[in-house]
Protein backbone atom coordinates (compact mmCIF):
# COMPACT_ATOMS: atom_id res chain seq x y z
CA UNK A 1 0.00 0.00 0.00
CA UNK A 2 1.36 3.30 -0.79
CA UNK A 3 0.72 6.04 1.98
CA UNK A 4 1.83 9.32 -0.54
CA UNK A 5 -1.81 11.00 -1.07
CA UNK A 6 -1.95 8.99 -4.57
CA UNK A 7 -4.89 7.42 -5.80
CA UNK A 8 -4.82 3.70 -4.46
CA UNK A 9 -3.25 5.27 -0.83
CA UNK A 10 -4.60 4.15 2.11
CA UNK A 11 -6.87 6.97 2.77
CA UNK A 12 -8.48 6.33 -0.73
CA UNK A 13 -8.97 3.12 -0.26
CA UNK A 14 -11.00 3.78 3.04
CA UNK A 15 -12.91 5.73 1.08
CA UNK A 16 -13.47 3.61 -1.09
CA UNK A 17 -14.64 0.57 1.89
CA UNK A 18 -16.77 3.54 3.32
CA UNK A 19 -18.39 4.10 0.23
CA UNK A 20 -18.98 0.27 -0.74
CA UNK A 21 -20.13 -0.14 2.59
CA UNK A 22 -23.02 2.55 2.26
CA UNK A 23 -24.14 1.12 -0.93
CA UNK A 24 -24.48 -2.44 0.78
CA UNK A 25 -26.04 -1.19 3.83
CA UNK A 26 -28.38 0.75 1.46
CA UNK A 27 -29.04 -2.56 -0.10
CA UNK A 28 -29.15 -4.87 2.65
CA UNK A 29 -29.83 -3.16 5.88
CA UNK A 30 -27.59 -3.17 8.70
CA UNK A 31 -26.94 -6.90 8.17
CA UNK A 32 -24.22 -9.59 8.28
CA UNK A 33 -24.71 -10.27 4.63
CA UNK A 34 -23.79 -6.44 3.97
CA UNK A 35 -20.80 -6.49 5.98
CA UNK A 36 -19.87 -9.61 4.14
CA UNK A 37 -20.98 -8.34 1.09
CA UNK A 38 -18.85 -4.82 1.10
CA UNK A 39 -15.86 -7.06 2.38
CA UNK A 40 -16.16 -9.47 -1.15
CA UNK A 41 -16.94 -6.24 -3.55
CA UNK A 42 -13.74 -4.82 -1.85
CA UNK A 43 -11.50 -7.57 -2.17
CA UNK A 44 -12.98 -7.69 -5.80
CA UNK A 45 -11.83 -4.24 -6.37
CA UNK A 46 -8.19 -4.59 -4.80
CA UNK A 47 -9.70 -1.94 -1.73
CA UNK A 48 -7.50 -2.73 1.26
CA UNK A 49 -7.67 -6.62 -0.53
CA UNK A 50 -4.23 -7.13 2.20
CA UNK A 51 -5.66 -6.23 5.04
CA UNK A 52 -9.34 -7.23 4.64
CA UNK A 53 -7.89 -11.36 3.44
CA UNK A 54 -5.63 -11.08 6.65
CA UNK A 55 -8.32 -10.46 8.97
CA UNK A 56 -11.48 -10.25 7.52
CA UNK A 57 -13.18 -12.81 10.23
CA UNK A 58 -12.08 -9.63 13.24
CA UNK A 59 -13.51 -6.93 10.28
CA UNK A 60 -16.78 -8.86 10.24
CA UNK A 61 -16.89 -9.33 14.15
CA UNK A 62 -15.84 -5.59 14.84
CA UNK A 63 -18.58 -4.02 12.05
CA UNK A 64 -21.63 -6.56 13.72
CA UNK A 65 -20.05 -5.13 17.08
CA UNK A 66 -21.06 -1.90 16.04
CA UNK A 67 -24.31 -2.81 14.13
CA UNK A 68 -25.02 -3.87 17.70
CA UNK A 69 -24.31 -1.28 19.23
CA UNK A 70 -26.15 0.97 17.00
CA UNK A 71 -29.25 -0.68 17.15
CA UNK A 72 -28.87 -0.87 20.72
CA UNK A 73 -28.47 3.27 20.58
CA UNK A 74 -30.98 3.87 18.14
CA UNK A 75 -33.79 1.76 20.16
CA UNK A 76 -33.10 3.28 22.98
CA UNK A 77 -33.48 6.39 21.92
CA UNK A 78 -36.63 5.52 20.29
CA UNK A 79 -38.07 4.04 23.74
CA UNK A 80 -36.95 7.46 25.46
CA UNK A 81 -38.65 10.05 22.72
CA UNK A 82 -41.81 7.62 22.95
CA UNK A 83 -41.75 7.87 26.39
CA UNK A 84 -41.54 11.89 26.67
CA UNK A 85 -44.11 11.58 24.41
CA UNK A 86 -46.71 9.83 26.36
CA UNK A 87 -45.74 11.52 29.52
CA UNK A 88 -46.38 14.99 27.17
CA UNK A 89 -49.57 14.02 26.57
CA UNK A 90 -51.25 12.62 29.53
CA UNK A 91 -49.69 16.05 31.41
CA UNK A 92 -51.62 17.70 27.73
CA UNK A 93 -54.52 15.81 28.62
CA UNK A 94 -54.65 16.59 32.14
CA UNK A 95 -54.00 20.23 31.51
CA UNK A 96 -56.82 20.57 28.96
CA UNK A 97 -59.37 18.31 31.73
CA UNK A 98 -58.45 21.34 34.34
CA UNK A 99 -59.00 24.19 31.87
CA UNK A 100 -62.63 22.24 31.01
CA UNK A 101 -63.58 22.10 34.39
CA UNK A 102 -62.45 25.44 35.44
CA UNK A 103 -64.41 26.84 32.27
CA UNK A 104 -67.16 24.08 33.42
CA UNK A 105 -67.48 25.79 36.96
CA UNK A 106 -67.34 29.94 35.65
CA UNK A 107 -70.04 28.70 33.27
CA UNK A 108 -71.96 27.40 36.02
CA UNK A 109 -71.57 29.74 38.27
CA UNK A 110 -72.96 32.27 35.40
CA UNK A 111 -75.85 30.32 34.62
CA UNK A 112 -76.77 30.17 38.24
CA UNK A 113 -76.48 33.88 38.74
CA UNK A 114 -78.66 34.54 35.79
CA UNK A 115 -81.26 32.45 37.70
CA UNK A 116 -81.02 28.85 36.05
CA UNK A 117 -81.77 26.21 38.66
CA UNK A 118 -79.13 23.99 39.76
CA UNK A 119 -80.96 20.76 37.92
CA UNK A 120 -81.02 22.96 34.48
CA UNK A 121 -77.64 23.69 35.25
CA UNK A 122 -76.17 20.25 35.79
CA UNK A 123 -78.36 19.19 32.84
CA UNK A 124 -76.69 21.64 30.32
CA UNK A 125 -73.18 20.83 31.74
CA UNK A 126 -74.10 17.20 32.02
CA UNK A 127 -72.65 16.51 35.35
CA UNK A 128 -74.52 15.62 38.52
CA UNK A 129 -76.55 18.07 40.59
CA UNK A 130 -74.58 17.59 43.45
CA UNK A 131 -71.33 18.64 41.70
CA UNK A 132 -73.01 21.84 40.28
CA UNK A 133 -73.66 22.76 44.34
CA UNK A 134 -70.24 21.88 45.25
CA UNK A 135 -68.96 24.03 42.90
CA UNK A 136 -71.87 26.83 43.75
CA UNK A 137 -70.59 26.55 47.28
CA UNK A 138 -67.20 26.67 46.70
CA UNK A 139 -67.48 29.94 45.28
CA UNK A 140 -69.52 31.45 47.40
CA UNK A 141 -66.64 31.09 50.09
Do not use: P
Not at 121 to 137: G, T
Amino acid sequence: MIYDGEKGDIISQYVAFTRIYNEQVRLHGRTREAVLETIRVCKDRDVLKEYLESREKEVVSIMMTLFDEEYILKTYIESERREAAEAAAEAAAEEAKQNAKQNARRIAGKLYQKGNSIEDIADILSISAKEVEEWLEGASR
